[in-house]
């Protein structure tokens, strides 16, 4: 990778364009779902801003695998579905019970607890509508390769099991293993995912696929240490959802275990292995690069 | 189609044997979900019995194309995973507030809504495992099909925009077409999926599915009418859910606004019609034109 890549890449406005057409393909994703009340809390969620981070990272693997990534646009609406999804449930009353969300109130404090989560299913169940009836010009075998992945990082092998034991957690004294598989199932598995099935789409062979999954499972928990720290060092303003709620519930947290320090150390590692991985490619992998940097760097 | 054959098909017997298969299916398919207690929500309601009629249809459908229908298993096991959770989701209690389901008390009464709202999302996820990871021996083309008509009746245009339509008129006057369209919703869309999804495992034509979509909206009808005059006519005892709870929520049922008589005479026109959808199959046909059959004469 030459420096002189790196320094002309304008990532500030790959990112805002990126962000553009994520946005403009989840408000057409989005049809005219029936009850009118079902089809308002739905978008109310899926497009309620956010960074946008898990389908910029499909679209860029995908592009990193086969130089464009017109046709991962439905997987990318698809795996930010699945987030918005398991984001309204957590958000729920007999879960996390929470008020605010990306600067918003929570989809239960506006539609009430039995649409919210019909509203999730409803996401839920579209993002697999996306993947197999709305992907043209993608093969079956890829397509059911997505379906694949996206089926145990929504279930029990990935958020919902994460979110479990992150409940059976509160209020106990939890050891770094425990706090790690929290992690790495309720947050990395689905930005991992959003890697992986970027690069089936794009037509990734075995190799490659291992390679970008070392580098998501990395960028992944650095990213939830980041949000650990921010959680501590942050406001809810600049955060748009409730600061210090892991301090209120008595969560365990990587600032809590190591000291906020000690766990930026750690992510700064994380990343470094993230970017080591990605060297065969060289300056194609640029986007990819920077968005691992982008994680450590983000102050929201 | 013979009378001797049908005569000679002994259905209870058959009925029996294809339970047997789906039980031990179900009970293959959740594997060692951590933490425990999302296996143990997940378990208890997915394995508190039940007709099966859904997975039963799917399997009877594969064997009229193709002749057999081991290979329709997992898909099976899929739309009981898919009929389970939309069970859990709707008895909780910002919903229906059921405190009964297959004789049993409801999930979130022994697990709580948290744990509840979670099995029933694992659930909704394993069923797209099942048939995209867990059906060896079956193309992608096929899968993929699968994945998309699961996808449309678990969501906005199946399951969940009927149950939000049914909370939106609790207590409200009803006339027969919004009843039609929450019940098609509600319960004849995933009952006509059945079908659709082991016809196409099966690698049914296009002609052939659109003859076993008319049989199948047509039984899925008769289904909730039936559902409807036996919360009129029959016990909680008999019925291992809470009998009389539309007449005590003030929903419009077809007794309502039909008679208990006339309602019958509907499901019955019905069934012929299916019925007489399946006369190109001739002998073939004898389990889907036995499943017609139970359906109208069922006690629960």
Redesign the interface.
Known sequence: MSEAVISSFDFAAYLAKEKIRVEAALDASLGP???K???EA?RYSLLAGGKRLRPILCLAACELIAGESETALPTAVAIEMIHTMSLI?DD?P??DNDDLRRGRPTNHKVY????A??A???L???A??M???RSPGI???R???V??E???V????G???G???D??CEGKDVDIDTLEYIHIHKTGALLKASVVCGALIGGAKDDLLDALRTYAEAIGLAFQIIDDILDVTSSSEVLGKTAGKDLIADKTTYPKLLGVDESRQRAKVLIEKAKSVLEPWEDDATPLLALADYIISRDR
């Open positions: 779902e029936r009850p009340q079902l089809r739905m449930h729920l007999s879960m009430g607890d039995a649409l989560i019909l999730g299913d409803a839920l169940t579209r697999f509508e993947v197999s009836l093969s079956a075998e397509l059911i390769k379906v694949g996206l089926s145990l929504a279930g029990a092998p958020l919902v099991g979110q479990v034991a409940l059976e």
